[in-house]
């Protein structure tokens, strides 16, 4: 792809170099990702897989940016790199802002029919597919894959991940549930229709319980930790071992799949579409 081949030559010169030489492209590739032309990560028939390149563009974006001020009114202050603007939505762009605070960054792309509850924010190389919930205080973060009609609730946080460029991002399939203060980290990849409860941890180094299926799930070599699909994830603990943690009683956390999703959960975790 010529315009991956022109990313990597200008990361290979200096910022100012960079500027000077590249700020067409810069644009030509901000507006792909905007308008979710380009991904971090896509689909294929063997799974998810990284579009290192356009990670590249991103941290091209943030090599070739100058700093300046966008603040307006005089009380709101923000500075960035000029080539990491705000998103700009139009009423035509059907997205749902509820006004008080939130933010996007342009180069993150968007759906029609997402609805935003303020605040929030989500980070530039993002996806954010139709008929989602980015719900207050949630985070999206760079290069982030979200699906269809996927819940974020309250304070959840979906990490960003950029570096290195050959790392698959944070992927949330159609139809999940993200339930309030869980945070997913380090490519975790849930997939379609799974439930996090409240308060659930995933980083790439966890392992996780299923209690339903007798199994432990982690990351290995080839594939990122896996929530399979319509799994119940809960806050759970383990006890830890030795002979001070046994005196003292200590136990240690560990997400646990205690059941897959069934009539009950779905009327639990359902989106309300009177909301929309």
């Given at each position: 792809m010529?315009?991956?081949?022109?990313?990597?030559?200008?990361?290979?010169?200096?910022?100012?170099?960079a500027r000077r030489e590249g700020m067409a492209t810069v644009l030509?590739?901000?507006?792909?990702?905007?308008?979710?032309?380009y991904r971090a990560a896509e689909r294929s028939e063997n799974g998810w897989r990284t579009n290192i390149w356009v990670k590249r563009g991103i941290l091209l974006l943030f090599k070739t940016g100058v700093v300046e001020s966008k603040s307006n009114p005089s009380e709101?202050?923000?500075?960035d790199k000029d080539t990491l603007p705000v998103k700009t939505l139009a009423l035509e762009d059907r997205v749902r802002v509820v006004p008080g605070g939130s933010s996007i960054?342009?180069?993150?792309?968007?759906a029609p029919g997402v609805v935003c509850m303020p605040p929030m924010f989500i980070n530039i190389g993002a996806y954010v597919d139709e008929g989602t919930m980015v719900d207050s205080h949630a985070l999206v973060g760079s290069c982030a894959q979200i699906g269809k009609r996927v819940h974020l609730s309250a304070a959840a946080q979906i990490g960003g991940v950029l570096e290195p460029p050959g790392a698959l991002p944070v992927i949330i399939e159609d139809e999940a549930f993200v339930g309030g203060n869980?945070?997913?980290?380090?490519?975790?990849?849930?997939?379609?229709?799974?439930?996090l409860a409240p308060g659930v941890l995933l980083t790439g180094g966890t392992a996780v319980y299923d209690l339903a299926?007798?199994?432990?799930?982690?990351?290995t070599a080839d594939a990122p930790l896996t929530i399979p699909p319509g799994a119940v994830v809960v806050p759970g603990s383990r006890p830890a071992t030795g002979e001070f943690a046994t005196a003292n009683?200590?136990?240690?956390?560990?997400?646990?799949?205690?059941?897959y999703r069934d009539d009950k959960t779905d009327a639990a975790t359902m989106l309300e579409e009177a909301l929309r």
């Amino acid at each position: 792809m010529k315009l991956a081949e022109e990313i990597d030559r200008l990361l290979a010169l200096s910022a100012d170099e960079a500027r000077r030489e590249g700020m067409a492209t810069v644009l030509e590739f901000r507006d792909g990702l905007t308008k979710g032309k380009y991904r971090a990560a896509e689909r294929s028939e063997n799974g998810w897989r990284t579009n290192i390149w356009v990670k590249r563009g991103i941290l091209l974006l943030f090599k070739t940016g100058v700093v300046e001020s966008k603040s307006n009114p005089s009380e709101f202050y923000f500075f960035d790199k000029d080539t990491l603007p705000v998103k700009t939505l139009a009423l035509e762009d059907r997205v749902r802002v509820v006004p008080g605070g939130s933010s996007i960054r342009d180069g993150a792309y968007v759906a029609p029919g997402v609805v935003c509850m303020p605040p929030m924010f989500i980070n530039i190389g993002a996806y954010v597919d139709e008929g989602t919930m980015v719900d207050s205080h949630a985070l999206v973060g760079s290069c982030a894959q979200i699906g269809k009609r996927v819940h974020l609730s309250a304070a959840a946080q979906i990490g960003g991940v950029l570096e290195p460029p050959g790392a698959l991002p944070v992927i949330i399939e159609d139809e999940a549930f993200v339930g309030g203060n869980c945070g997913v980290y380090e490519g975790v990849l849930v997939r379609k229709r799974a439930v996090l409860a409240p308060g659930v941890l995933l980083t790439g180094g966890t392992a996780v319980y299923d209690l339903a299926l007798g199994s432990v799930y982690r990351k290995t070599a080839d594939a990122p930790l896996t929530i399979p699909p319509g799994a119940v994830v809960v806050p759970g603990s383990r006890p830890a071992t030795g002979e001070f943690a046994t005196a003292n009683h200590i136990g240690l956390y560990v997400p646990v799949i205690v059941k897959y999703r069934d009539d009950k959960t779905d009327a639990a975790t359902m989106l309300e579409e009177a909301l929309r």
